[in-house]
Structures are given as structure tokens and as C-alpha cells.
């Protein structure tokens, strides 16, 4: 296995953009994650899937992201309309289930959203 | 809703010397708390878990219930261990799984 996969890598985009990053999780794992990681804050978990379904989004800081899991091999998070404070990397990770929660957390390489 | 805090951003010591990256939370349940590290060019990863008891590359971690602190130690540091260090913490009344802000070691040469 790959792995949890992430794309894009690296994103450069202007103010306004829409801003769509794309992850497949490992085959099997039930949750998946969403994080954005930057210097000041470290990892925010913005969002979490369970068996597809969102549990708990209220680390998405607005309106403007939207995440979507359409089935279970794959979850996109959108940005629309792209800010420069949106600048980061953002993870995504899944788990498999430990009993009923999530084991342990394997993440993608991360998408690095630059926002100018 | 619970909060974890690694009070230290940048921690650098040398070769040989022991090191410890703090960790705190507040919850007022009985979470599982973790370990994750990030090598450089590297994914972050799990390096261990309170429930397991174990160490991982000369790494330990006890949690203390009645300080609510979960801080790793070891007591060699190698220059191998230079990482991004995360703490995280599972409440046991839901899956949000959520980090603290990261502490950067350095072990010198």
C-alpha cells in the first residue's frame, strides 16, 4: 500500500481562487482526517469522516471550506474563495478502527497551499 | 473540550545529554495520549501511545494523571532524533484526535 495520498503537493494560488486538495486514504481505514499545520498554531484538526460520514467539522474555521467524502476511497477539502491566512500545509490522515475509535494515525505527505 | 500544550517550540540540546519535550492537557475525562514525530522529509508518524507502556527508540512516556502531563523522555539523545515532536490527545468521549503545536528538536553534534 501507498499509503494515505495527497494531491496536490504544493499549491500556489491568487486571493479569490478556489482551491480544491484531494486525498485517498488507506484501503479499509474507516476515519479520516483533515488537519492544516502551520508555525503559529501547529496542527488543527479542521475536520473527521467517519465510515464517510462527517462527525465533527467544527474546526473549519468558515464557511469558505468545505470537505467531502463521496465514498471510502476518497475525501476532497475545498477552499472558496482562497485567502492568504489560508496558507499552509494541509494533512490528511486515516485510521483504522481500534474497537470502536480510531486507532493509530497514518498520514499523507501533505498538500503546501500558498495563497498570494 | 480539551487543549494540549507543548510549551516549548525550539529545544536543543547535544549529543549524549538527556532530553524531555513537556506536554500538558486539560480534559477533564481519561484520554489516550500519543507521540508523533516528523522527520525531515518525512511523514509524521506515530512514535508511541500511553496505553502501550513501551519505548520506542529509547523514548519514554508516562502519563500523569494528577499533573495532566505526558511528557517524553530519553535519556541519550542522539542527533538522529532531531524531529518535529507532536503530542496528541483522544478524548474518551469522542474521536477527535488533536495535537499540540509541535516542538522542534535539535540534538548537536
Known amino acids: 500500500d501507498a499509503g494515505v495520498i495527497q494531491s496536490p503537493r504544493h499549491e500556489v494560488t491568487e486571493m479569490g481562487q478556489e482551491v480544491t486538495l484531494r486525498c485517498k486514504p488507506i484501503?479499509?481505514?474507516?476515519?479520516l482526517f483533515w488537519y492544516r499545520q502551520t508555525m503559529m498554531r501547529g496542527l488543527e484538526l479542521l475536520i473527521y469522516?467517519?465510515?464517510?460520514?462527517?462527525?465533527?467539522d467544527s474546526g473549519m474555521p468558515e464557511d469558505r471550506f468545505s470537505a467531502k467524502m463521496p465514498n471510502a476511497s476518497f475525501s476532497t477539502l475545498k477552499i472558496q474563495p482562497s485567502e492568504p491566512r489560508d496558507s499552509a500545509v494541509y494533512f490528511c490522515?486515516?485510521?483504522?478502527?481500534?474497537?470502536?475509535?480510531?486507532?493509530?494515525?497514518?498520514f499523507g505527505e501533505g498538500s503546501r497551499l500558498t495563497v498570494l | 473540550a480539551q487543549r494540549v500544550t507543548q510549551p516549548e517550540k525550539l529545544l536543543s540540546v547535544f549529543k549524549g545529554a538527556p532530553v524531555e519535550l513537556k506536554c500538558n492537557y486539560s480534559?477533564?475525562?481519561?484520554?489516550?495520549l500519543f507521540w508523533y514525530v516528523q522527520y525531515s522529509r518525512q511523514r509524521l508518524q506515530l512514535l508511541l501511545r500511553?496505553?502501550s507502556r513501551e519505548s520506542i527508540k529509547g523514548f519514554t512516556a508516562d502519563l500523569n494523571k494528577g499533573e495532566t502531563s505526558f511528557h517524553l523522555k530519553k535519556p541519550f539523545a542522539q542527533e538522529e532524533d532531531s524531529a518535529m515532536y507532536y503530542c496528541?490527545?483522544?478524548?474518551?468521549?469522542?474521536?477527535?484526535?488533536?495535537f499540540g503545536a509541535g516542538t522542534r528538536l535539535t540534538v548537536k553534534p
Open positions: 480534559y477533564s475525562g481519561s484520554p489516550e
Open positions: 500511553h496505553i
Open positions: 484501503s479499509g481505514h474507516d476515519y
Open positions: 496528541a490527545l483522544l478524548p474518551n468521549n469522542n474521536n477527535d484526535m488533536r
Open positions: 469522516f467517519n465510515n464517510n460520514v462527517p462527525i465533527d
Open positions: 490522515a486515516s485510521s483504522p478502527r481500534g474497537g470502536s475509535r480510531p486507532g493509530e494515525l497514518f
